[in-house]
Nanobody, 118 residues
Framework: QVHLVESGGGLVEPGGSLRLSCAASGGTFSDYAMRWWRQAPGKERELVASISTAGGSTSYTDSVKGRFTISRDNAKNTVYLQMNSLRPEDTAVYYC???????????WGQGTQVTVSS
């Protein structure tokens, strides 16, 4: 059982930056690809960014390319999402997810609120 705890959310003005963290415990972190998802009010949950187990491969949804960066530190069992040039439409609850496939399973964090507003 993997336990994920997100942190770093908050209120930021348009154009500002935040760094989200997701700390994992209870499993072998390097066995899991990691993903950041977000869900805005009244909308479906959206995949924002993904990173492979060793961090060598990343991908992003088009709306955040060039603004967000996903990274991980396997020694600290933590995945990050650096968010720059934030826009009001980035407002959402952000969730991290550990993806381990059929062998290791999948786990969600509880989410952290990001609000972009002036």
């Amino acid at each position: 059982q993997v336990h994920l705890v997100e942190s770093g959310g908050g209120l930021v003005e348009p154009g500002g930056s935040l760094r989200l963290s997701c700390a994992a415990s209870g499993g072998t972190f390097s066995d899991y690809a990691m993903r950041w998802w977000r869900q805005a009010p009244g909308k479906e949950r959206e995949l924002v960014a993904s990173i492979s187990t060793a961090g060598g491969s990343t991908s992003y949804t088009d709306s955040v390319k060039g603004r967000f960066t996903i990274s991980r530190d396997n020694a600290k069992n933590t995945v990050y999402l650096q968010m720059n040039s934030l826009r009001p439409e980035d407002t959402a609850v952000y969730y991290c997810k550990a993806v381990g496939g059929p062998r290791w399973g999948e786990y969600w964090g509880q989410g952290t609120q990001v609000t972009v507003s002036s």
